[in-house]
């Protein structure tokens, strides 16, 4: 860590204080677009290893594109020098403010990217499983370089049973929330919506 100027990681400090007070956190737009579009240059090359998403998990794992829409790639273990920039460096950064400031006491991440084609959306959803609440703080890094309105796709998140907030997935914008405490889901999206979405365990 540390390679880059701590000018670049000030966004941190909201964060640990927002997830204390209220369990998630919302920083608009906290990284830099020349990292945005090296991350999407990566992923332009990689396009063909991106496969339809599944609802579930283990053996009960299914597609079900009524549901969510998005094709999606893991990202590869830490071992591996074929990540994307930034990625890694990102995670790593969270995972130590997660267990400094609010004593999460978190060590594995697993994380994907996804892409929704224009007419995608995720249903309302947990992203802990009935079987298995290991995950504990949920991630998303948005990569699309512009975004509208119009454009739909927003990021529904349910802060409490009477209210919700809608976030809009503007490249470099960065979500964090507490996994096993707040429903969400993507609303339609009507342009190409690109994101990394990941799970600190
Ligand atoms: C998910 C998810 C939200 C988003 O992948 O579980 O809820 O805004 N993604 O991409
Ligand atoms: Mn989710």
């Not at 999407?40 to 339809?52: A, C, L, V, Y």
């Not at 960065?174 to 990941?198: C, P």
Request: include cysteine.
């Amino acid at each position: 860590m540390g390679s880059l100027p701590a000018q670049r990681w000030k966004w941190l400090k909201d964060a640990a204080h927002a997830l204390a007070e209220q369990g998630w956190y919302c920083g608009q737009q906290v990284i830099d677009a020349e990292i945005i579009d090296q991350i999407n240059s990566w992923i332009d090359q990689r396009q063909g290893d991106f496969h339809q998403a599944g609802i579930g998990r283990g053996g009960r794992q299914q597609t079900n594109i009524e549901i969510r829409g998005d094709k999606i790639l893991w990202l590869e273990g830490e071992e591996s020098n074929s990540g994307p920039p930034f990625v890694s460096e990102l995670v790593d950064h969270i995972r130590v403010t997660l267990n400094r400031e609010l004593f999460a006491a978190v060590s594995e991440f697993e994380g994907h990217f996804a892409v929704y084609p224009p007419g995608g959306f995720y249903h309302r959803h947990i992203d802990t499983f009935r079987d298995d609440d290991a995950r504990s703080m949920s991630l998303i890094l948005y990569l699309n370089p512009s975004w509208s309105s119009a454009d739909g796709g927003a990021l529904r998140l349910y802060t409490t049973t009477s209210s919700r907030v809608d976030l809009e997935p503007l490249g470099g914008t960065i979500v964090l929330f507490r996994s096993r405490d707040f429903e969400h889901e993507v609303l339609l999206a009507h342009a190409e919506r690109r994101s990394f979405t990941g799970w600190f365990k």
